[in-house]
């Protein structure tokens, strides 16, 4: 059977599960759909937060990114896992027990006002729409590869499937789904990472291999690093850019990860506090099988690329490269003539040129000819960092079920955090727009309905910016972290470990702190607000980290505002001192 | 529970925050950046230190730490009866 049959199997049948289970706990009441009734277990809800929480960009684009960047990619590794130790001890408990269902309630209600409840809501709507359109996006690529179907009707299948399970079987299909999901991604991924470690050094565990030592008894890093300097990268594992913006990204990463709504709300799906704490670290463990082998894999899959391309005649390249040539995402120019691949440092495209452009011709050689080329570039191959975790068990020459798999895996990772986020996003208008603030006297099956219709037209937009993309998605996806730590995480970590903090404080810094990121952002990554030079970068410290910059400005204007405004009610102080008892939380979730 | 027992409560639990968030700062700012230099000097098995750090060793112990976190509250929890 070749890998089409393989994959057209493989995605079957994980399909069929995800509906099936979705059919099966079909939501009845408003608060089952919402948070799954308050029942599910902390094994259980560690599962699916994982699986909400590893996105494709964690299960396509991580590996990827590390094995091109080296050192540089641990701002990833440690920003997107530090982030749960901080959701674990600094928000989730206080939140369970407070015991709505939404972050916006939270602020809405420590703050007694609308306006940050209001603040709160468009955050959250814009945090999880940039992220969802980057979900629908991964869908549509990885069907695009493995089912030869065209992007755009990969993504239309995939609006289809998420509308499913989402609307119909609410926040309870999605956790049980999600558990499914988790399994089958963790699978997909450990599968070619043990095989290639086995291969590679001959240890099981990929953590394992990352250290170990090839045939040659040099240790797999060293050589790593010795081909780089060869072909004149920097080298592995020491990477380029400065110390103290791998700080602030790291720092805004995690900050950002524990602000991000759609995770914060799957702890209120738990009976206890307790629960919700156990949780938070089994969902942590979960994600930490992938992100520690993830950068085993960047350097199993660098060393192989470059050991398999690099001064070797094209015309014995094997079939992965030309049929990586056939999505665009590959492309090579043979500049000196000698018939030789010639893979070094620096871009093999024009200067500012993203992907590389086909005349429609090919050579004698057989490669497609490209139209934007840099001939005075040495460096002849273009490969897209994207395709490093799809064509890494290609490379290794693995079988064809292990290559069909993963892509499964990349499904079951977009798809996964696409309904998450629709859940987000169909609850903040439905319950904390509509019924808060629009009409509060709605039925329950009146809110019902309007949560489900918000849900629709989400996925509709989300599939619209899947099929069409604003430019740069990764840009976008960078803003999202920036935004969630500089507006929500300050509100809410003062709003419990700080009892004199007020409305006027809170909501002066979110909007001070998102205010100056989004400035910054749009400063520098869309260069839309005067220059944007590299040289002008407040402390050389990149867009992508500025978030942690927006939150530090956040808290201090919250607590020097709070200083010189009454302080809040009774009852609010009352509130405060009551969330940080976990006993007594479990009164709320008695159906 | 009375406000003085609640007030006890609370500041234990502000101390174990205050210590299992020095050990997340050490292990991934300290050990993992600003150290970083420093610590590739030493070798662990095939890995650079610092490097293993930023890569492997700071998400080992982001997982120990939560874990650590829930049994320490849970003691607590039950030591001020908060556990019902």
Same mark, same amino acid.
């Given at each position: 059977?070749?890998?089409?049959?393989?994959?057209?199997?493989?995605?079957?049948?994980?399909?069929?599960?995800?509906?099936?289970?979705?059919?099966?706990?079909?939501?009845?009441?408003?608060?089952?759909?919402?948070?799954?009734?308050?029942?599910?277990?902390?094994?259980?809800?560690?599962?699916?937060?994982?699986?909400?929480?590893?996105?494709?960009?964690?299960?396509?684009?991580?590996?990827?990114?590390?094995?091109?960047?080296?050192?540089?990619?641990?701002?990833?590794?440690?920003?997107?896992?530090?982030?749960?130790?901080?959701?674990?001890?600094?928000?989730?408990?206080?939140?369970?027990?407070?015991?709505?269902?939404?972050?916006?309630?939270?602020?809405?209600?420590?703050?007694?006002?609308?306006?940050?409840?209001?603040?709160?809501?468009?955050?959250?709507?814009?945090?999880?729409?940039?992220?969802?359109?980057?979900?629908?996006?991964?869908?549509?690529?990885?069907?695009?590869?493995?089912?030869?179907?065209?992007?755009?009707?990969?993504?239309?299948?995939?609006?289809?499937?998420?509308?499913?399970?989402?609307?119909?079987?609410?926040?309870?299909?999605?956790?049980?789904?999600?558990?499914?999901?988790?399994?089958?991604?963790?699978?997909?991924?450990?599968?070619?990472?043990?095989?290639?470690?086995?291969?590679?050094?001959?240890?099981?565990?990929?953590?394992?291999?990352?250290?170990?030592?090839?045939?040659?008894?040099?240790?797999?890093?060293?050589?790593?690093?010795?081909?780089?300097?060869?072909?004149?990268?920097?080298?592995?594992?020491?990477?380029?850019?400065?110390?103290?913006?791998?700080?602030?990204?790291?720092?805004?990463?995690?900050?950002?990860?524990?602000?991000?709504?759609?995770?914060?709300?799957?702890?209120?799906?738990?009976? &206890?506090?307790? *629960?919700?704490?156990?949780?938070?670290?089994? +969902?942590?463990?979960?994600? /930490?099988? !992938?992100? $520690? @082998? %993830?950068?085993?894999?960047?350097?199993?899959?660098?060393?192989?690329?470059?050991?398999?391309?690099?001064?070797?005649?094209?015309?014995?390249?094997?079939?992965?490269?030309?049929?990586?040539?056939?999505?665009?995402?590959?492309?090579?120019?043979?500049?000196?003539?000698?018939?030789?691949?010639?893979?070094?440092?620096?871009?093999?495209?024009?200067?500012?040129?993203?992907?590389?452009?086909?005349?429609?011709?090919?050579?004698?050689?057989?490669?497609?000819?490209?139209?934007?080329?840099?001939?005075?570039?040495?460096?002849?191959?273009?490969?897209?960092?994207?395709?490093?975790?799809?064509?890494?068990?290609?490379?290794? &020459?693995?079988? *064809?079920?292990?290559?069909?798999?993963?892509? +499964?895996?990349?499904?079951? /990772?977009? !798809?996964? $955090? @696409? %309904?998450?986020?629709?859940?987000?996003?169909?609850?903040?208008?439905?319950?904390?727009?509509?019924?808060?603030?629009?009409?509060?006297?709605?039925?329950?099956?009146?809110?019902?309905?309007?949560?489900?219709?918000?849900?629709?037209?989400?996925?509709?937009?989300?599939?619209?910016?899947?099929?069409?993309?604003?430019?740069?998605?990764?840009?976008?996806?960078?803003?999202?972290?920036?935004?969630?730590?500089?507006?929500?995480?300050?509100?809410?970590?003062?709003?419990?470990?700080?009892?004199?903090?007020?409305?006027?404080?809170?909501?002066?810094?979110?909007?001070?702190?998102?205010?100056?990121?989004?400035?910054?952002?749009?400063?520098?990554?869309?260069?839309?607000?005067?220059?944007?030079?590299?040289?002008?970068?407040?402390?050389?410290?990149?867009?992508?980290?500025?978030?942690?910059?927006?939150?530090?400005?956040?808290?201090?204007?919250?607590?020097?505002?709070?200083?010189?405004?009454?302080?809040?009610?009774?009852?609010?102080?009352?509130?405060?001192?009551?969330?940080?008892?976990?006993?007594?939380?479990?009164?709320?979730?008695?159906? | 529970?009375?406000?003085?027992?609640?007030?006890?409560?609370?500041?234990?639990?502000?101390?174990?925050?205050?210590?299992?968030?020095?050990?997340?700062?050490?292990?991934?700012?300290?050990?993992?950046?600003?150290?970083?230099?420093?610590?590739?000097?030493?070798?662990?098995?095939?890995?650079?230190?610092?490097?293993?750090?930023?890569?492997?060793?700071?998400?080992?112990?982001?997982?120990?730490?939560?874990?650590?976190?829930?049994?320490?509250?849970?003691?607590?929890?039950?030591?001020?009866?908060?556990?019902?």
């Amino acid at each position: 059977m070749d890998i089409k049959i393989w994959t057209y199997i493989l995605v079957g049948l994980t399909f069929a599960l995800y509906i099936g289970i979705a059919i099966w706990s079909r939501a009845g009441s408003t608060k089952e759909f919402y948070v799954a009734g308050g029942g599910v277990s902390p094994l259980a809800n560690g599962l699916a937060t994982a699986a909400d929480w590893m996105s494709a960009a964690s299960f396509i684009s991580m590996a990827g990114i590390i094995s091109f960047a080296g050192y540089d990619g641990s701002v990833y590794l440690m920003g997107w896992t530090g982030g749960y130790v901080l959701l674990a001890l600094l928000l989730a408990p206080y939140l369970r027990k407070f015991g709505k269902f939404t972050v916006p309630d939270f602020i809405g209600d420590r703050y007694y006002s609308n306006v940050a409840r209001t603040v709160a809501v468009i955050c959250a709507l814009f945090v999880s729409f940039t992220y969802v359109a980057g979900q629908m996006r991964g869908v549509g690529v990885v069907f695009s590869r493995f089912l030869e179907v065209e992007v755009e009707l990969g993504v239309v299948i995939g609006m289809i499937i998420v509308f499913f399970y989402a609307v119909l079987g609410g926040m309870k299909g999605i956790t049980y789904t999600q558990v499914a999901q988790y399994c089958v991604l963790i699978f997909a991924f450990m599968v070619p990472a043990i095989f290639i470690s086995i291969q590679m050094t001959g240890h099981v565990l990929p953590q394992l291999g990352f250290g170990g030592s090839g045939a040659d008894g040099v240790p797999l890093l060293e050589r790593l690093d010795g081909l780089h300097e060869e072909l004149g990268f920097a080298a592995y594992t020491n990477g380029s850019k400065s110390m103290i913006d791998v700080f602030c990204i790291t720092a805004a990463l995690m900050v950002g990860t524990a602000g991000l709504p759609h995770v914060i709300v799957r702890f209120f799906t738990v009976p &206890k506090v307790k *629960d919700a704490r156990k949780s938070a670290g089994y +969902a942590l463990l979960f994600i /930490a099988i !992938l992100y $520690t @082998a %993830a950068p085993a894999v960047a350097v199993f899959a660098r060393t192989n690329l470059i050991e398999t391309v690099s001064q070797k005649e094209y015309t014995s390249m094997p079939a992965w490269v030309s049929n990586w040539e056939k999505t665009g995402l590959l492309a090579w120019e043979d500049k000196n003539g000698d018939g030789k691949v010639q893979y070094l440092s620096g871009s093999a495209l024009m200067p500012g040129q993203k992907k590389p452009e086909f005349t429609g011709d090919t050579t004698a050689l057989g490669n497609r000819v490209v139209a934007n080329m840099n001939p005075d570039a040495p460096n002849e191959l273009f490969v897209d960092r994207d395709i490093m975790v799809l064509a890494n068990p290609e490379i290794a &020459k693995l079988p *064809d079920w292990v290559i069909a798999l993963v892509a +499964a895996g990349g499904l079951a /990772a977009a !798809l996964s $955090t @696409a %309904a998450g986020l629709l859940l987000v996003i169909s609850t903040s208008v439905a319950h904390d727009f509509f019924k808060k603030q629009v009409k509060p006297d709605i039925s329950e099956k009146g809110e019902l309905i309007a949560a489900r219709v918000a849900a629709a037209v989400a996925v509709i937009i989300a599939g619209y910016f899947g099929i069409d993309p604003p430019d740069y998605v990764a840009a976008v996806v960078a803003l999202a972290f920036g935004l969630a730590a500089a507006s929500f995480f300050p509100a809410i970590v003062l709003g419990i470990f700080s009892k004199r903090m007020n409305k006027e404080g809170a909501i002066a810094g979110m909007i001070i702190g998102l205010g100056l990121t989004i400035f910054y952002i749009l400063k520098f990554k869309f260069g839309l607000i005067g220059s944007s030079s590299k040289a002008d970068l407040w402390f050389g410290i990149s867009p992508e980290g500025f978030g942690f910059v927006g939150m530090l400005v956040n808290f201090a204007v919250a607590l020097l505002i709070s200083r010189f405004t009454p302080p809040p009610p009774l009852e609010v102080q009352e509130l405060v001192e009551e969330i940080r008892l976990p006993s007594g939380a479990g009164e709320a979730h008695n159906h | 529970m009375d406000k003085q027992q609640a007030k006890k409560y609370w500041q234990a639990n502000l101390r174990y925050l205050v210590v299992l968030l020095s050990i997340w700062f050490l292990v991934s700012y300290v050990c993992g950046i600003l150290l970083v230099d420093q610590l590739n000097g030493i070798q662990l098995g095939g890995f650079k230190l610092g490097f293993w750090f930023a890569q492997q060793g700071a998400i080992y112990v982001f997982v120990l730490l939560i874990f650590v976190y829930v049994w320490l509250m849970n003691k607590l929890d039950h030591k001020y009866g908060q556990d019902a």
